[in-house]
């Protein structure tokens, strides 16, 4: 892989975001993830962590809209090269070593997420032998993940190590199945592969999320609940503004970022950024901008961002900082930067929608 940075033709300029980051900021934040990545293309949270397949799969992202593309790329092959028989990874492996997983749990928007993943790879490069090589390891991957589907629409948790499969569902997980699902039809509309039994558990799952928040357990303290089906794309139009709108002052500390659960007094940078993101794709940008200026407290001397502060104690907790919490950032900077796979991917409105009459 080359160093950070390099052949990158400018492409940090574009993620500086005045009021935000600079230019230079920007290319810090790119090269603190590329250092915490293993030569063997694994992105773990940080050095001597854990390595889930959903946030390096974030991680990736980030390379991507970065320039950093055979770092991206790198990243997927680790995927490929440890996708397990049955088209799950586990939920966590020691320092990205596939050899020590340490949760050999399967969970379904992790599993589903490597969709996302792909096509954004495709759309910031028109890698074709790429997506063709990747082409299986997505088919598989949705198979696991559908195969925990439930009869309101809703996709089970997780399929357990001994193979029990989970059938609860979370609201914020099945919002990324359903964005993961849409990626994977645009992949095979590409390909000219239908996929028709994708597209009704598209429309389904995108019914669910929508229509009945029964279907899932009450995690609505968390503050992804609450923005994720905006995030993911299920929820567009005024549907997603009343949706802000109603959390916002639970969720949302004015100068430091968002909660990730009431009523605890602890803002994240994960969270805060997403929900950046989240409101890009809804189209208040100007509340975007500020959630992310509000968090730059988070900023290290690295260029990372600690995960999370407690504001009654004046003190970051925990002691880390993660390359998801930097990809999240650098994500919801892209997108308001207008870097077109990021804003094709969660801005959502070239994506299949698959059989969802009530779409909006």
Same mark, same amino acid.
């Given at each position: 892989?080359?160093?950070?940075? %390099?052949?990158?033709?400018?492409?940090?300029?574009?993620?500086?975001?005045?009021?935000?980051?600079?230019?230079?900021?920007?290319? @810090?934040?790119?090269?603190?993830?590329?250092?915490?990545?293993?030569?063997?293309?694994?992105?773990?949270?940080?050095?001597?962590?854990?390595?889930?397949?959903?946030?390096?799969?974030?991680?990736?992202? @980030?390379?991507? !809209?970065?320039?950093?593309?055979?770092? @991206?790329?790198?990243?997927?092959?680790?995927?490929?090269?440890?996708?397990?028989?049955?088209? $799950?990874?586990?939920?966590?492996?020691?320092?990205?070593?596939?050899?020590?997983?340490?949760?050999?749990?399967?969970?379904?928007?992790?599993?589903?997420?490597?969709?996302?993943?792909?096509? +954004?790879?495709?759309?910031?490069?028109?890698?074709?032998?790429?997506?063709?090589?990747?082409?299986?390891?997505?088919?598989?991957?949705?198979?696991?993940?559908?195969?925990?589907?439930?009869?309101?629409?809703?996709?089970?948790?997780?399929?357990?190590?001994?193979?029990?499969?989970?059938?609860?569902?979370?609201?914020?997980?099945?919002?990324?199945? +359903?964005?993961?699902?849409?990626?994977?039809?645009?992949?095979?509309?590409?390909?000219?592969?239908?996929?028709?039994?994708?597209?009704? @558990?598209?429309?389904?799952?995108? +019914?669910?999320?929508?229509?009945?928040?029964?279907?899932?357990?009450?995690? %609505?303290?968390?503050?992804?609940?609450?923005?994720?089906?905006?995030? $993911?794309?299920?929820?567009?139009?005024?549907?997603?503004?009343?949706?802000?709108?109603?959390?916002? $002052?639970?969720?949302?500390?004015?100068?430091?970022?968002?909660?990730?659960?009431?009523?605890?007094?602890?803002?994240?940078?994960?969270?805060?950024?997403?929900?950046?993101?989240?409101?890009?794709?809804?189209?208040?940008?100007?509340?975007?901008?500020?959630?992310?200026?509000?968090?730059?407290?988070?900023?290290?001397?690295?260029?990372?961002?600690?995960?999370?502060?407690?504001?009654?104690?004046?003190?970051?907790?925990?002691?880390?900082?993660?390359?998801?919490?930097? !990809?999240?950032?650098?994500?919801?900077?892209?997108?308001?930067?207008?870097?077109?796979?990021?804003?094709?991917?969660?801005?959502?409105?070239?994506?299949?929608?698959?059989?969802?009459?009530? &779409? &909006?």
């Amino acid at each position: 892989m080359t160093r950070a940075g %390099s052949g990158q033709g400018g492409r940090t300029e574009r993620l500086a975001l005045p009021g935000v980051l600079t230019a230079g900021q920007a290319a @810090a934040t790119v090269a603190g993830i590329a250092a915490l990545q293993r030569p063997d293309g694994a992105i773990p949270w940080f050095a001597g962590h854990h390595l889930d397949p959903w946030d390096h799969t974030e991680a990736a992202m @980030a390379l991507d !809209a970065a320039g950093e593309h055979e770092r @991206a790329r790198a990243a997927y092959e680790w995927l490929a090269r440890h996708q397990n028989p049955d088209g $799950s990874w586990f939920a966590a492996y020691q320092d990205g070593d596939a050899a020590r997983p340490t949760d050999r749990g399967r969970e379904t928007n992790f599993c589903a997420y490597v969709a996302v993943g792909v096509w +954004h790879h495709y759309l910031a490069t028109g890698d074709d032998p790429f997506l063709d090589r990747m082409w299986p390891h997505v088919v598989r991957a949705v198979e696991f993940v559908l195969a925990l589907r439930q009869p309101g629409g809703q996709i089970g948790w997780k399929r357990e190590d001994g193979g029990q499969a989970v059938a609860d569902a979370l609201l914020t997980g099945c919002a990324s199945i +359903h964005q993961a699902l849409r990626c994977a039809l645009a992949i095979a509309e590409h390909r000219e592969e239908p996929q028709p039994d994708w597209e009704l @558990a598209t429309g389904a799952l995108g +019914h669910a999320v929508r229509r009945h928040p029964e279907r899932f357990l009450d995690k %609505s303290r968390y503050s992804m609940d609450w923005y994720y089906p905006v995030l $993911s794309g299920t929820l567009r139009g005024p549907r997603a503004l009343e949706r802000i709108d109603e959390g916002w $002052s639970r969720f949302v500390v004015p100068g430091l970022g968002v909660r990730c659960v009431v009523p605890n007094p602890w803002v994240t940078g994960g969270e805060s950024a997403e929900l950046a993101l989240a409101l890009w794709a809804a189209g208040r940008s100007d509340h975007a901008v500020r959630v992310l200026a509000d968090i730059q407290h988070l900023r290290a001397e690295d260029g990372l961002y600690w995960t999370g502060y407690v504001y009654e104690d004046d003190a970051f907790w925990p002691a880390e900082r993660t390359t998801w919490t930097a !990809a999240a950032l650098l994500l919801a900077v892209a997108a308001l930067g207008g870097e077109e796979a990021t804003t094709a991917v969660f801005g959502a409105e070239r994506l299949p929608y698959g059989l969802a009459p009530d &779409c &909006c």
